[in-house]
């Protein structure tokens, strides 16, 4: 069975530019997680989902940062407009009921 | 909310010997505390996780304490090896509230020495 999905791997932009990430949960989990990884903050919970719907968007910086989850299988974390202070690498994470999450292998983000 | 401290940020050890890291919560309500390992450049992979029912679990030469009195939860490894070395991330979550997401400790940094 595959692994959380993340795409891209890499993403150069300018800032100004749209950046949307992209990210497929392992089949059946029916959680879904954002993290943002910095040197200076670590780990940070951006947003998550349960059957699709968000539960908790706190940790969204701004109006800048927006995330999707039309179906059980796709989300989307966008950003618009990008500023550099947005470089990180940014993680979608999977799980199930019992609450054991599992990680993609991240997209690290470079805003210019 | 949660609030999750671990410490120590840095941990250099020999290999061969044994290494601790411990992390503190503050949300009584918080009974699943799962720990992450990080290689450079890698996504975080659960090695262990305990929940509120038992004091401790063990796998091979990783351990879990559990002391929910004191709201504290430790890591053990045992006869370190040079591929151990990564950051690990302890985190606390609940079930009560209904809330799927938890709260990581800010990372330690284990480096073992051939």
């Known amino acids: 069975d595959a692994g959380v999905i993340q795409s891209p791997r890499h993403e150069v932009t300018e800032m100004g530019q749209e950046v949307t990430l992209r990210c497929k949960p392992i089949s059946g989990h029916n959680s879904l997680f954002w993290y943002r990884q910095t040197m200076m903050r670590g780990l940070e919970l951006l947003i998550y989902?349960?059957?699709?719907?968000?539960?908790?968007d706190s940790g969204m910086p701004e109006d800048r940062f927006s995330a999707k989850m039309p179906n059980a299988s796709f989300s989307t974390l966008k950003i618009q407009p990008s500023e550099p202070r947005d470089s990180a690498v940014y993680f979608c994470a999977s799980g199930r009921s019992d609450y054991e999450q599992y990680f993609g292998p991240g997209t690290r983000l470079t805003v210019t | 909310g949660e609030n999750v401290e671990q410490h120590p940020s840095t941990l250099s050890v020999q290999e061969g010997d044994s290494a601790v890291i411990k992390c503190t919560y503050s949300?009584?309500?918080?009974?699943?505390f799962p720990w992450y390992k990080q290689e450079l450049g890698k996504r975080p992979q659960l090695i262990i996780d305990i929940r509120s029912n038992v004091g401790e679990k063990k796998d091979q030469r990783i351990a879990v304490t559990l002391n929910k009195t004191a709201k504290h939860f430790s890591l053990h490894i045992t006869e370190t090896q040079p591929e151990d070395s990564a950051v690990y991330f302890c985190a606390a979550g609940s079930s009560n509230t209904g809330r799927r997401a938890l709260t990581f400790g800010s990372g330690t940094r284990l480096q073992v020495q051939p």
């Open positions: 949300d009584s309500a918080s009974n699943y």
């Open positions: 989902f349960n059957n699709n719907v968000p539960i908790d």
